[in-house]
C-alpha cells in the first residue's frame, strides 16, 4: 500500500510542480508588462513621427520647409529648368539618378540637414549650399562639391493628393 501511496504523491508533486511554474511565469510576465509598456513612444512623440504638407501654396522654383521627427525638411516646386538640370548628374560626386529621388518630377523632398557636419544649408542658385564647410548641392540633392559625404536624405513619403503629401514611415502602408 505504500508504494501505491507514493506514487500517487509522485503524481500530485509533478502536477503541483508543473501548475507553480505555469502560475509563476504567467506572474512574471504580468509584472514585466508595464515595464515594457513604458519603453513605447508617448504619443506626442508619435505624433512628431508624421508631418502633412498642403502642397497648393507652393510656387514652381519655391522650396518650403516644414519640420519633421526635429529636422528641417525642404519641400521645393521645381521648374521644367530644374528638372532638366536634376536629370543632368554631371559633376556630382555621389551620382543617384533625380528619379530614384522623387516620386514627382516635379516635387523634391529632402532632409535639410548637410550629411557632413548636421548644419542647415540654404538655396543657392542651382542648388544648396552649406554655410559650415561650403558642400554644395544640386537640385536633386546630390553632393556636387565639398566634404558631405552623401547626398541629402529622401526622408519616407507619399502622395495621399494631388496637393498633399505625408512624411514619415508611420502613415506609409503598402
Known sequence: MTEKHDAGNAKRR????KATTVVGGAGAGMVCLPFIASMNPSSDVL????TEVDLSGIHPGDTRVVAWQGKPV???RRTPEQIQAATQS???T???ADSARVQKAEWLVVIGVCTHMGCVPSRDGAGWKCPCHGSLFDESGRVA????PSN????PYRFTADNVI???EAQLPT
Open 152 to 155: 541629402l536624405e529622401v526622408p
Open 166 to 168: 505625408i512624411i514619415g
Open 47 to 50: 505624433a512628431k513621427g508624421i
Open 145 to 148: 562639391r565639398g566634404p558631405a
Open 74 to 76: 525642404f519641400v521645393t
Open 94 to 96: 555621389q551620382p543617384e
Open 14 to 17: 509533478n502536477f503541483l510542480i
Open 90 to 92: 554631371d559633376g556630382v
